[in-house]
């Protein structure tokens, strides 16, 4: 095989995963999916898995009543116990992690 030949073969498979996986990230499953993998990494070691654990405070999200928007703005900014969320996840992360904790209630 000559280096030509390698070169291109492997410039060829770099835009190919880059194509796929700009491709994937407007499915809703994989949407759905990092917002889950957000919640049980940064949010449920106080709301737990289920979001009805209430360690330091935190409330049952399966009897929230916060409409999407405030959900989306107090991981933004935190309240009291609740620690801010604004340098630690993208503003879509903040979004689709806050669609994951809106369903909370669908599950009482
Ligand atoms: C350190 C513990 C802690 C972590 C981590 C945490 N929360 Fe909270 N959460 C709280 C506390 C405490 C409250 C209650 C705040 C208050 O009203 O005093 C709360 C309240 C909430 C509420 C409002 C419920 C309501 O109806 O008032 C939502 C929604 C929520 N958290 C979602 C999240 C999400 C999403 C994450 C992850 C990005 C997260 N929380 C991470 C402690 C935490």
Known sequence: MGQTFKL?????MVSVSASFSCANA???EIKAEKGESTFKNQCSICHGFSGNKQLSGAKKLTESMLPIDEIEALVTHGK???PPFKNRLTAQEIKL???YAFKFRASK
């Open 8 to 12: 291109v073969l492997f410039l060829s």
């Open 97 to 99: 992690v806050s669609e």
């Open 80 to 82: 009291r116990q609740m």
């Open 26 to 28: 407007d499915k809703p």
